[in-house]
């Protein structure tokens, strides 16, 4: 269908710090509902928003990390974690959620979302979009 | 006179942290909340400008970002706020490099 | 705007949305409906539990597409179906039921 757009939300905050990590999310739950070709990149400090064990107890805030296992349902299936950034963070991709998605046609298999890109493959995939949002 | 340097912005998309680092004395310590603290884990690229110093972290925001006590470099503080209020008593005067 | 429940003023936004999560318990629901002038059913309360235990586990009140489908997978593909679910709740599966489970309006419900 020629009327389907490709979307790229683009993540580059930390979660918490700022506001921007949250309202990237709901935009995201939000626009889901429109059915149109939707990915996520998370690179610099975005890669923070996914990483496990996030406890805000203590600081009064909403810890909004567990949303982020909801994106598959909401059919947002395509997460792109840019590895420079987490090389340079001294992350590894076990630190981060292991967000999954269920194919319904093949009796909810599960799916992985993540996939790991250089920073080349992920400027070759944000040429191939209609739209960037950037938080 | 010693110094309370207080820095909240992550040391990966902001350089106060390495702007604190510069004016920072022996007698001074650095406290790191909110976004600063990812400074402190160990293995990134921030954690290496903090070695030799008196550095302390705020508990809740580390808890917040899923950084736990053994992910820090060595060496550092973890505080709680009455830890933190602890430090502003203790210094002259505090310098927050916003 | 409150709401009265067990002799407690509980406080509600405009829409009828419980303000503070955690003043929810199980006579908030029955009041709720009785003002709806609906009969809570156990296949009421099957949704509503399952929207609690979304959003304790995501943090989030489903768009109605994604209860639908979640519903579909829990419960069976009987259930799963807005036919069902707005047969249950009339006003609307997503705002209805997330009202009477004490959820924030869903994310995603324009």
Redesign the interface.
């Known amino acids: 269908m020629s009327d389907v757009k490709k979307l790229m939300y683009v993540n580059r905050r930390a979660p918490y710090g700022t506001i921007y990590a949250w309202e990237s999310l709901e935009v995201v739950l939000i626009g889901a509902a429109f059915d149109q070709d939707v990915s996520l990149a998370f690179l610099d400090d975005g890669v923070y928003q996914l990483t496990k064990g996030q406890n805000t107890e203590d600081t009064g805030m909403k810890n909004f990390s567990a949303t982020y296992a909801a994106l598959g349902d909401y059919e947002v299936t395509k997460i792109y974690v840019e590895k420079d950034s987490l090389d340079e963070r001294g992350l590894l991709l076990d630190d981060l959620q292991h967000l999954v998605w269920e194919d319904e046609d093949e009796d909810w298999a599960e799916k992985d979302s993540i996939r790991l890109v250089s920073r080349a493959e992920l400027a070759d995939l944000m040429a191939d979009q209609d739209i960037m949002f950037n938080f | 006179m010693s110094i309370l340097h207080i820095v909240?912005?992550?040391p990966?998309?902001k350089s106060s942290l390495y702007t604190a680092v510069d004016f920072v004395k022996d007698s001074d310590v650095v406290l790191l909340i909110?976004?600063a603290v990812?400074a402190a884990?160990?293995?990134?690229?921030a954690?290496e400008k903090l070695s030799g110093l008196d550095i302390s972290v705020l508990?809740?925001?580390l808890?917040?970002?899923?950084?736990?006590e053994d992910k820090l470099i060595d060496g550092v503080s973890v505080v709680?706020y009455a830890g933190f209020v602890d430090l502003v008593k203790a210094k002259d005067s505090t310098q927050s490099w916003l | 705007m409150t709401i009265e429940v067990n002799g407690k003023s509980l406080e509600v936004d405009e829409e009828g949305y419980l303000a503070n999560l955690n003043d929810w318990e199980p006579n908030v629901a029955d009041a709720m409906s009785k003002e709806d002038d609906l009969e809570l059913t156990n296949d009421h309360w099957e949704i509503i539990n399952f929207l609690r235990e979304y959003y304790e586990e995501y943090q989030i009140a489903p768009a109605v597409r994604v209860l639908t489908k979640a519903v579909g997978k829990k419960l069976g593909k009987d259930k799963g179906n807005s036919k069902y679910l707005y047969e249950l709740f009339p006003y609307g599966p997503g705002k209805q039921a997330c009202r009477y489970a004490g959820l924030p309006k869903p994310t995603g419900c324009v």
Do not use: L, P, V
């Open positions: 909240n912005k992550s990966y998309e909110e976004d990812y884990a160990r293995g990134g690229k954690a508990g809740a925001d808890a917040a970002r899923g950084i736990g709680d």
